[in-house]
């Protein structure tokens, strides 16, 4: 079975590095495309908030904690090829002879959720190995029907809570905990970057997936700060049977 690790367009692989100098111009484009807003906390980085239930073939429950990120679309950039010095040197080399640089602004995002849980799944799949003395690629071994269902927890703005008092669900203030999050990212676009994350650990491939379930909300534990619910499980074939079945004879509603 072959697991796809890096689905992700990605100008390492397509466009190797000739020069230190197009490597610090790679750097300055993913500082570039790094998107910072000054009114959220400063929680960057994913981290694992509490794993709920993981087991081989059947399910994968977990809370990872960070700001839901939204995938971006790749860019197309130049390099930045040759630069003249005053000594005379080689002169700047035209925009016509530099060659194109496909980059990934989600790429470490990923990579980031793919170490997560590539740390609580890769345990288990050894001692899989162990035992049945084969390659387990996968969570999910076998291609199968899986059932995903990803909440977004999207920190509150300062705004939301009480002037001059700390990040707190207790400090909110009134009407703030009823609100819906109705701005971006966009649900689809997040839901695309933690998709392409487990392809490869939790799955082979994401069009495993028959069922999606995806929201956002605001945050409503502890600071506010941002988590990522991810609920993982094998659709049994009962339930894929009535899904059919009910497909089959849609419910028609005529509107005069």
């Not at 073939?57 to 930045?80: D, F, T, Y």
């Not at 899986?146 to 920190?155: G, T, Y």
């Not at 994350?197 to 605001?218: E, P, R, T, W």
Request: charged share 20%; glycine share 6%.
């Amino acid at each position: 079975q072959n697991c796809h690790r890096d689905i992700s367009l990605s100008w390492q692989e397509l466009s190797p590095p000739s020069s230190q100098n197009e490597e610090v111009h790679r750097s300055n484009i993913h500082n570039l495309f790094t998107i910072s807003n000054k009114n959220m906390p400063n929680n960057n980085s994913f981290d694992i908030y509490s794993i709920q239930d993981v087991r081989i073939g059947q399910r994968l429950k977990l809370i990872i904690s960070g700001r839901p990120r939204a995938q971006q679309r790749p860019r197309l950039v130049l390099s930045p090829g040759r630069q003249g010095g005053k000594s005379g040197g080689a002169p700047y080399s035209p925009a016509s002879s530099r060659k194109p640089i496909i980059y990934n602004p989600s790429q470490n995002l990923q990579n980031e959720l793919r170490n997560i849980l590539e740390g609580i799944i890769r345990p288990r799949l050894q001692g899989l190995e162990a035992r049945d003395g084969k390659n387990a690629f996968c969570l999910f071994q076998d291609p199968c029907p899986l059932k995903a269902e990803i909440k977004f927890f999207i920190p509150r703005p300062n705004s939301h809570f009480k002037k001059n008092s700390i990040r707190s669900v207790n400090n909110l203030i009134v009407g703030a905990a009823a609100k819906n999050h109705i701005n971006k990212p966009d649900v689809d676009n997040m839901v695309k970057l933690v998709l392409d994350a487990m392809q490869g650990i939790v799955y082979s491939n994401d069009s495993h997936i028959h069922k999606l379930i995806a929201m956002k909300v605001f945050d409503n534990v502890g600071p506010c700060n941002g988590r990522i619910s991810i609920d993982v499980s094998m659709s049994s074939t009962e339930e894929t049977t009535n899904e059919n079945e009910n497909n089959n004879n849609p419910d028609v509603i005529v509107i005069d």
